[in-house]
């Protein structure tokens, strides 16, 4: 079984990211061949700083290692620093409809958000994604639900090349999403309704995994509810319920289990309890990151040896997608 995701440079990472992608990618490294990427080059897809780029590729892989990626256990490493994902995805664009693009909830989303230019490259993101985990002929690719529809589309993309150019040989594996039960889509403390994210929520709408001690208590505390008193999901209270599911993930229990102990208790009580276990529950990460983070130099050599080891794979998928598809000198 082979596990493939990969996760934007955006720095600070938030506990939907967390929740929904990092702790799967950290047992993954227990169920298959992990292999895990920060994808600079979808980072550029919307307005950026060079210099910025850089730095949060360093913060996220310290994240990431000090959530619990193991380079011994995981091909860990940087998208831009392997070429065959920006050529697979040009590949793949043959086999990509226009109209499936247009349709793609997270191309509006951003696109509107976006003040000076919609780059055809974040009209392009899926395609790019698609190439990201083709290129390792990946069985499985855990994200949050945000995600579902771009796998759905890599799905469609991998189908429609084999049925093409596959001459009836599978040449590229047609992925499985893995989306968590619970956790999928951790909302905004601030608006329960929107998925908590880097760059629509506001600072007290996002809890991220560096804050502090004292700052989580009070973005818990000050989480948006509701009038009533009750401790339990309902499409009618959307803030419980996010909290809920957070502290039901953090607990490794059931939802129900967490309604009932909360029966009869008022959210002042429930609060505390989820902010008291969020802290401990990135504690270890808050605190090995600051130590992985200082050493860029290791950094760099661990997210190096990973690229020679995502090379060696996704070289040889490109060298089977170049020749079914006549691109280049024939092989044999
Ligand atoms: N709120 C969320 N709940 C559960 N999972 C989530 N993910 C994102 N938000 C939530 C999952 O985190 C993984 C990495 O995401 P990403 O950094 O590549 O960017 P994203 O999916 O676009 O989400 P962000 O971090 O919130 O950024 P913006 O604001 O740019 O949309 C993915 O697997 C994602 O599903």
Not at 123 to 138: E, G, I, K, S, T
Not at 189 to 205: N, V
């Amino acid at each position: 079984m082979r596990i493939f995701s990969g996760i934007q440079p955006t720095g600070r990472k938030h506990l939907g990211n967390y929740i929904g992608a990092i702790r799967q990618y950290v047992e993954g490294q227990d169920r298959g061949e992990a292999i895990y990427c920060i994808v600079d080059l979808h980072a550029t897809t919307v307005a950026y700083e060079p210099a910025e780029l850089r730095r949060f590729t360093y913060d996220t892989a310290a994240i990431l290692l000090a959530a619990g990626l193991d380079p011994e256990r995981c091909i860990f490493f940087r998208q831009g620093d392997v070429p065959e994902h920006p050529e697979l995805c040009w590949l793949l664009a043959s086999v990509t409809a226009w109209g499936d693009l247009n349709r793609m909830h997270q191309f509006k989303e951003k696109s509107a958000q976006q003040r000076e230019l919609v780059s055809a490259g974040l009209f392009f993101y899926p395609v790019l994604q698609a190439a990201d985990v083709l290129a390792y002929r990946a069985d499985e690719v855990p994200v949050g639900d945000d995600q579902r529809q771009h796998v759905e589309l890599m799905r469609d993309i991998a189908e429609r090349f084999n049925a093409r150019f596959g001459a009836g040989e599978n040449v590229l594996v047609v992925p499985e999403h893995r989306i968590p039960e619970v956790g999928a889509r951790i909302m905004d403390l601030q608006d329960p309704t929107a998925r908590m994210s880097t760059t629509a929520s506001s600072e007290q709408g996002a809890l991220y995994i560096l804050d502090e001690r004292d700052v989580v208590a009070s973005k818990i505390g000050s989480a948006v509810t509701d009038s009533g008193t009750e401790v339990r999901r309902g499409p009618d209270k959307p803030g419980i319920s996010n909290l809920i599911e957070i502290l039901s993930v953090v607990r490794g229990v059931e939802p129900e289990r967490i309604e009932d102990e909360f029966d009869g208790q008022g959210y002042g009580a429930f609060k505390r309890t989820v902010a008291e276990a969020v802290v401990e529950y990135l504690a270890p990460t808050r605190e090995r990151y600051a130590e992985i983070r200082e050493d860029e130099d290791e950094l760099e050599r661990v997210l190096a040896a990973g690229t020679e080891k995502a090379h060696s794979i996704a070289s040889e998928t490109l060298a089977d997608v170049r020749e079914v598809m006549g691109v280049g000198p024939r092989r044999r």
